[in-house]
């Protein structure tokens, strides 16, 4: 397990890429459990599987299909991951967020990042959205920040600020359009854990205290190489359990997937109207 990456590697998989399609998306977007689908929207679209990019992670997870999609959408050039690695999979922080690099040397200045996230605020319902608007990086606290070991000059300083993660523009236009489509959109705190094992009732309380709305195992270190790099951020979560702050519920990954039916729809319209408004 690699436990840094470096630009050499990063701009072999680039190389690939570029050798396999004349676009050059100005979009990234990373689609999490069970929103795949989203890809299948993509108009002209080249499609890449993870398995021919020289040392891009492999997706182990049902739900997580494992294909980079890159062509047009809403008038956008965009590059769409059809699925993400994870810490809990066995990767280390530098190859869950190698691809967020390689985005970023193919020009990508956007970053669309959703997930399915578990409900720690108890208003929360499955199948609704929630823009996030700062996160609680629980897992890099503990000393899993995907910026350990050298720096990488070419992207950015070695200890960049996270005062705004996602951006407050692009932001706006999420809450344009959901207001537009008459979409409910929470606005709320993802706070990001290593998994793979869902959270205690006890566990739940304590992120509620601390702040967290929402809860994942996932986007935050993908977050943070981005904006190291100044690529600007929007994240959305896909709300997929209920809170289970008194423990009289059963959370499972297939209650994950599902969710991902009911929430793929508004997820679609809520992105194609941002690309529309950029």
């Known amino acids: 397990m690699s436990e840094t990456i470096t630009l050499a590697q990063i701009d072999a998989i680039t190389d690939t890429i570029r050798s396999k399609t004349t676009y050059q998306p100005k979009v990234g977007l990373i689609l999490g459990s069970g929103l795949g689908s989203l890809a299948a929207t993509v108009e002209a679209a080249m499609i890449l599987p993870y398995q021919e990019l020289p040392g891009w992670p492999l997706s182990t997870v049902q739900g997580h299909q494992g294909h980079l999609v890159v062509g047009q959408l809403e008038g956008q050039i965009v590059a769409v991951m059809q699925g993400r690695v994870h810490y809990y999979e066995g990767y280390s922080m530098a190859q869950v967020t190698m691809p967020v690099r390689v985005m970023q040397r193919l020009g990508v200045e956007i970053l669309i990042v959703t997930n399915a996230a578990g409900a720690v605020n108890p208003a929360y319902e499955p199948g609704d959205l929630m823009l996030i608007t700062d996160h609680v990086n629980l897992i890099g606290m503990g000393g899993l920040n995907p910026l350990r070991g050298p720096n990488l000059d070419a992207f ?123």
């Not at 739940?204 to 981005?226: H, K, N, Q, W």
Request: no cysteine.
């Open 156 to 278: 950015g300083p070695r200890f960049p600020d996270m005062s705004q993660p996602y951006d407050r523009i692009l932001n706006d236009l999420a809450r344009k359009t959901a207001a537009a489509k008459n979409l409910l959109l929470h606005e709320g705190v993802y706070v990001s854990l290593a998994g793979p094992s869902f959270e205690s009732p006890a566990d739940l309380r304590y992120l509620r205290m601390i702040g967290a709305d929402a809860v994942g195992m996932s986007t935050v270190p993908e977050v943070i190489v981005a904006r190291h790099g100044s690529t600007r951020v929007l994240g959305i979560s896909g709300i997929s359990n209920k809170a289970n702050l008194d423990g009289n519920t059963i959370t499972s990954h297939e209650e994950v997937l599902a969710a991902g039916d009911v929430i793929v729809p508004k997820l679609t319209a809520l992105i194609r109207g941002v690309l529309r408004r950029l």
